[in-house]
């Protein structure tokens, strides 16, 4: 079936520092790659997505390409900020319909002044 | 325009308790999804709704577990009795299109504990 993989946290930056959060997948056909993030007390949110090989997702400074051949869609920042502190989630929908969506376990970051 | 709210926020009851769930998907979503957390390991879904029908229940861990959905509105999701590895984080999400292209969007979760 269907899985994600990605890297354990807790993740702890300090402001401005750069971020890569690493996540793999394994799946049948072609998926759809999200990162959702979880902020303090709130509840889950797109952050950005990629449907299709080589496409590049990016919001709020965030960035990540969808690797085929790799099976990878790493979450990137250039400078973190305070308030990018949260839980990130990588995850997948395949095709087909109306397929449930796929999370990783989620990575914790905080970042300190 | 009011997004996907859960009820209640924090539950904490005993083993073989009941306690129940209640989602209110975006207005005019006729996708809603349940999704647990247990213990800071992955989302894992439980199952989805397409107005007032179950599309795919094939995470629900087992018959204890009770998900409706009356009129296509707002969900419920029962647990009885409960057990400590119910323990977790229980997210409803609900999207207008399919999952693959759009956007789930997410309650704040409601965190049932059992002791």
């Known amino acids: 079936g269907d899985s994600v993989t990605q890297m354990e946290g807790p993740v702890t930056l300090s402001e401005e520092a750069f971020l890569t959060i690493n996540c793999t997948y394994t799946?049948?056909?072609?998926?759809?790659l999200f990162w959702y993030v979880q902020y303090p007390g709130e509840g889950l949110q797109l952050l950005l997505k990629a449907t299709k090989a080589d496409d590049k997702g990016s919001n709020k400074g965030f960035e990540a390409t969808y690797r085929k051949e790799t099976t990878s869609f790493h979450l990137e920042k250039g400078s973190v900020q305070v308030s990018d502190s949260a839980v990130y989630f990588c995850a997948l929908s395949n095709s087909g319909g109306y397929q449930k969506v796929t999370f990783g376990t989620g990575t914790k970051l905080q970042v300190i002044p | 325009e009011a997004g996907v709210t859960q009820f209640p926020s924090h539950s904490v009851i005993e083993k073989g308790q009941t306690v129940t769930l209640r989602c209110d998907p975006i207005?005019?979503?006729?996708?809603l999804y349940w999704y647990r957390r247990v213990m800071g390991k992955e989302i894992k879904f439980l199952l989805h709704f397409v107005k007032e029908s179950k599309q795919d229940e094939s995470g629900m861990p087992n018959n204890r577990f009770l998900a409706e959905r009356t009129g296509g509105t707002y969900s419920t999701l029962k647990v009885q009795p409960a057990e400590l590895e119910d323990s977790g984080v229980y997210f409803c999400a609900s999207s207008q299109g399919r999952a693959r292209t759009g956007e789930l969007f997410f309650g704040e979760g409601s965190r049932l504990t059992v002791l």
């Open positions: 207005s005019g979503h006729d996708n």
């Open positions: 799946a049948t056909g072609y998926p759809s």
